[in-house]
């Protein structure tokens, strides 16, 4: 077996862990103790190992409550552990191995071996590593994150938002007893033995946070009787409240590593409403209790997820749905978090009130909701993922903008793929000019003297793209297999159709749904830089396919005439139809081509994202020049948007790009755009139209920053004025401060609208 290290950084992480509420030397006692009870069941099921691991760190990696707190559930996590995603640990048995190195220094020099000895031993057991062990090399697939290559490829379980509907109708003795009528029918069944076992440990979870509101000292004692009573009621039966129903999906969500939670308002709203009607709370209770719950999350810190969402098709009960929603608009306006992100759907028969209430939220410069399309998303995702359109209906997107189906399908976006550095890798005859390595792989490439054509051209772009498509989708569907190997989910399987009622585990089988998404970036520099080429070269014959190449290079050093002919080339976002065009016969081609390699694999969809978090810019500093006037190391275009500088005509002309895309063949694309203060206030009317018309011509979804002019830049100069100045950044919002200074530089490119 190759020896792969991943060693180092897995993940973006914007704002800082809040530090472990236990001592370097308890952390490492609990982490010994869940490597001894990992050797001691390496023989066992791996559904067994996997439960009796999960008993060792919970309930004790909870903690105490925080001044505010209406919700008991705070979670510590530690170097070592058992999870879903690298935002708050790992993904199965994991280790964070900078994090554990970095344990050395808070503790004696004569306890450093014990940490040596745990690092050595993971190595060889971390999920992750076994993943990398298997795909990754040295030059065509890094590791997420490491930009040196034209692709990615990791293990996670992004996006898992579980059937909480289930939980409430259920609550703990229900779901036992749905697992023992299983065990019934077939006793020898291990995952089933383990999902029981699975469930008297969230038991003693509950039971435990009894304990823990008991001895906390910030909360005042009517908060802490309400919670304790709460929490022995939803020990013995199903929720009754809103508070309760409240409780149990926090506390089951935290075990089950879940950072996304989805429609909330189906959940909780028939909850809340009747405790309303039934004088047991107030609006104004239940905004302090979902404020509450909002810190919880923004503490969590997970910087792309978070999710909440409310509105759209496909809910039982709108008016109580609407209820809790119209509650939580007050809170996103009130708070104005990085997370959660809240994600507000919305169709041609909406609630105008509710509608209004989300622009009032933006305009007052919460970042918050994002919005989304339901009149194109959901016949959309009836075709993406070839399901019905009851199915569809319960659409949602998580993270930087995928979709999958709340507890029915898995989508987890485990490849990530640069398109424009692909682009130089076949114009290079495979070779990447940032780095001199060969990254072709088995495809054959022509130089480009043989070329004579656009369309040859065009055509052995794609014919790499393909080969890499291929790739993308047989590691995808490899991260599954090995995760299935090794783990069970078992939380996350209990509130996913179907595996209790098939008897398998989340991956073995037991998903109704099984899917996934890679992550493409610099899709627009791409397109450009094609439109440049199919003008300059083919069609004005002013440059040579090998001076043009030539040029990008030398980061058009000496170059300025030439560069200024490829800057004078129509671009994407100014409703120019030779760019837009382009972008999107090369999005067609890629969504397609993506589309089949998942379901000839046996996926039931695979689907591009057209996603953007930060790795635009990081994959930027490591990707060459581009042939759409970008210069070498520059920020690549975020996600569904034009690149930096490139949008002139307004922004009536980039939504009118924006809605180009057909929805049918992505699983879940980001627009963002931004806007003054005046402009959201003074002209609120005509921002209105301007959205309702993007909406009506085919746009799937919409982000909005909203700061004054130079407030940005002046931020930049002087961060201490501006702690809390929240922007928008494409998958996910943050503190424009805590960013790094590329990732500032790619936010201030972008246009403002006035």
Known sequence: MKHINIDGAQNVEVSRKLPSEKTPEEQLALMERYIRVYRENLSEDKAIREVRCLSVIYPDLFRHLEPGDLTAGRLDFLPIGFGCVTSVGGVGHYCVFH????????????????????????????????????????????????????????????????????????????????????????????????????????EQVIHAQQQLVT??????????????????????????????????????????????????DIILGPYLKADIDAGIETEESAQEVLESLWMLIENRRTTVNGRIIVGGRGRPDPEAADLFAKICLRVVKKLRCVEPQFTFRFDSRTDPVLKDMAYECIAAGATYPTLYND??????????????????????????????????????PNTLLNMVKVLQIAMNEGIDPMDGQKKNGPVELLPL??????????????????????????????????????VSFLFASALMDDCLARGKALLDGGVRILGGTLETYGNINASDALTAVKRLVFEERKYTLE????????????????????????????????ADDMA???????????????????????????????????????????????????????????????????????????????????????????????MMHE????????????????????MVTVVDKG?????????????DLIVRVAGYSAVFVDLDKTVQDELLSRALWD
């Open 449 to 486: 003297s043989e070329l004579t054509t656009f369309e040859a051209f065009y055509a052995q772009y794609r014919r790499l793209l393909d080969w890499y498509f291929e790739k993308c989708a047989r590691d995808q569907l490899h991260s599954y297999e090995v995760m299935n190997r090794e």
């Open 683 to 702: 002209d609120k009317e005509k921002v209105k139209i301007l959205f309702d018309t993007y909406f009506r011509k085919g746009g799937c979804q919409l």
């Open 711 to 723: 407030q940005l830049e002046d931020a930049q100069k002087h961060p201490e004025k501006y702690p």
């Open 215 to 264: 001895e906390s000292r910030e909360v005042p004692e009517s908060a802490k009787a309400r919670m304790i009573q709460d929490l022995a009621a939803i020990e013995q039966a199903a929720p009754a409240t809103f508070r309760q129903a409240l409780q149990l999906f926090w506390l089951y969500a935290l075990c089950a590593g879940c950072i996304n939670y989805g429609r909330l």
């Open 375 to 412: 009149d194109v998303n959901i016949p959309a995702v009836q075709y993406a993922m070839r399901v019905d359109r009851k199915t569809a209906e319960q659409y949602l997107p998580f993270g930087c903008g995928e979709f999958v189906i709340q507890g029915q399908s898995v989508g987890t």
């Open 99 to 202: 994090k554990l190195r970095g344990l050395k220094d808070e503790l004696p020099e004569y306890q450093w071996h014990r940490v040596e000895a745990l690092y050595d031993f993971w190595q060889e057991h971390d999920l992750k590593t076994l993943y990398c062990q298997d795909v990754l090399d040295e030059t065509v697939t890094g590791r997420f994150i490491d930009c040196a290559y034209p692709y990615m490829a990791t293990a996670r379980l992004s996006g898992m938002m579980l059937d909480y509907g289930k939980l409430m109708r259920l609550g703990v003795p229900g779901m036992k007893e749905e697992i023992r009528s299983r065990l019934v029918l077939d006793p020898d069944n291990a995952y089933l033995q383990a999902s029981l076992e699975m469930m008297d440990l969230f």
């Open 547 to 578: 001076e043009m190449n030539e040029a990008a290079s030398r980061d058009f050093q000496g170059d300025g005439e030439l560069l200024r002919d490829i800057l004078a080339v129509p671009k994407y976002g100014n409703d120019e139809p030779e």
């Open 584 to 678: 999107d016969d090369l999005y067609e081609f890629t969504a397609k081509s993506v589309r089949q390699k998942g379901i000839d694999l046996g996926m039931d969809y695979f689907l591009i994202v057209i996603s953007n978090n930060q790795t635009n810019t990081d994959w930027g500093l490591q990707t060459a020049a581009s042939l759409d006037g970008r210069r070498k190391g520059v920020y690549m275009n975020p996600a569904n948007n034009p690149q930096g500088g490139a949008a002139k005509s307004g922004p009536t002309a980039v939504l009118n790009s924006l809605s180009r895309f057909d929805a049918r063949y992505h699983g879940g694309s980001v627009q963002n755009i931004k806007f003054t203060p005046r």
